[in-house]
């Protein structure tokens, strides 16, 4: 699966921008997807996570109630919906897919490249 994530720039604080996550090479209908970032000077972290059916999606604390995922399998892409952008959403946002959802922790199966979201005060 190859995964190309779009959709970054620059914004102001409080608001938004919707991150678009396309997959080529396989359907993602069977995999759990997520997003995930890492902000200067700090390590990757997840932001959120679908299930490969959708019944189920999980927030990092800091973006919950902020930030939706979604995913339209006819067009194989995954979108994170970001809404009352906030200065430390400013990160290189990455898309992934694994087979497993939860995902285990031990590494995704696939990453995309990243797209670059920059919030100013």
């Known amino acids: 699966v190859q995964l190309q994530a779009s959709g970054g720039g620059l914004v102001q604080a409080g608001g938004s921008l919707r991150l678009s996550c396309v997959a080529s090479g396989r359907t993602i209908s069977n995999y759990g997807m997520g997003w995930f970032r890492r902000a200067p000077g700090r390590e990757r972290e997840p932001v959120a996570g679908?299930?490969?059916?959708?019944?189920?999606?999980d927030y990092a604390e800091s973006v919950t109630g902020r930030f939706t995922i979604s995913r339209d399998d006819a067009k194989n892409t995954v979108y994170l919906q970001m809404n009352n952008l906030k200065p430390e959403d400013t990160a290189v946002y990455y898309c992934?897919?694994?087979?497993?959802?939860?995902?285990?922790?031990?590494?995704?199966?696939?990453w995309g490249k990243g797209t670059l979201v920059t919030v100013s005060s």
């Open positions: 992934a897919a694994d087979g497993d959802y939860p995902f285990r922790g031990d590494g995704m199966d696939y």
């Open positions: 679908i299930s490969w059916n959708g019944s189920r999606k």
